[in-house]
């Protein structure tokens, strides 16, 4: 199936934070300087949902408010997906696991074996749902993108091993939340990067989450509970 470049697609990014209480690192990579989206920046791992997502088994299902917070101004149904997909960009791109010792009832599907054959199953519980931030008209790629903060604690893996991760970032490393600005960076990434420091001590899922929403008609900074953004 060919996919259409021009179209906004659901994508989710993950945001894992080390030693939150202590000197909090976040993990960031590098995009390739041939990347078509975001060249040379530093990212937070993350990619677009793919069909198959929503039918991915896992473990445990987001924390309440996050799936409710995820349906807000969104197909319902995507919640699933955009899990999924969290717990998959991180593996990709990392090669670090979020989820629990098991295994699979039915065969995985082939962009999933490799996370199958360690003896786990996604587990989506840990994501906490943090920023919404939609691609402003006239870019390359247009993504719906979802933030997910999770604790280095809940991931299952040697969080210093990067070896099974592909090479769609570089210069994996976790960066102390304090330098993590002076980093070449998107624009979005910066305004994310305050709600993570805001977050940064608090292990409880945020009661209502930023939305950076840019389409053709306007862009607005708004809240998923209802409110605009204050000042």
């Known amino acids: 199936m060919t996919i259409d470049k021009s179209q906004i697609r659901n994508a989710a990014t993950v945001i894992v934070l080390r030693d939150r209480f202590e000197s909090p690192r976040i993990l960031m990579g590098q995009r390739g300087a041939k990347a078509v989206f975001m060249p040379n920046k530093f990212v937070f791992p993350g990619g677009a949902v793919d069909a198959g997502d929503a039918h991915i088994p896992l473990a445990a299902p987001l924390p309440d408010l996050c799936a409710e917070r995820l349906t807000e101004d969104a197909d319902p149904t995507l919640a699933h997906a ?19 010792k098991g295994t699979w009832d039915t065969p995985p599907p082939p962009d999933w074996e490799t996370f199958a054959a360690t003896g ?3 587990h989506a519980a840990p994501l906490q749902f943090t920023f919404r931030a939609l691609t402003p008209p006239g870019r390359p790629r247009r993504f719906d993108a979802r933030f997910f903060l999770v604790d280095a604690d809940d991931i299952a893996t040697d969080l210093d091993d ?70």
């Open 82 to 100: 955009i899990a999924v997909a969290a717990v998959r960009e991180l593996w990709e791109e990392t090669g670090l696991i979020l989820g629990r």
């Open 162 to 231: 990067f070896d099974a991760a592909c090479d769609e970032l570089s210069h994996l490393q976790w960066v102390p939340l304090s330098e993590a600005r002076s980093f070449d960076m998107p624009f979005i990434t910066e305004v994310v990067m305050a709600e993570v420091e805001a977050r940064a001590r608090d292990r409880n899922p945020p009661a209502s989450v930023p939305y950076f929403k840019n389409n053709d008609e306007e862009s607005l900074f708004l809240r998923l509970r209802g409110r605009p953004m204050e000042g």
């Open 120 to 122: 786990h199953v996604p």
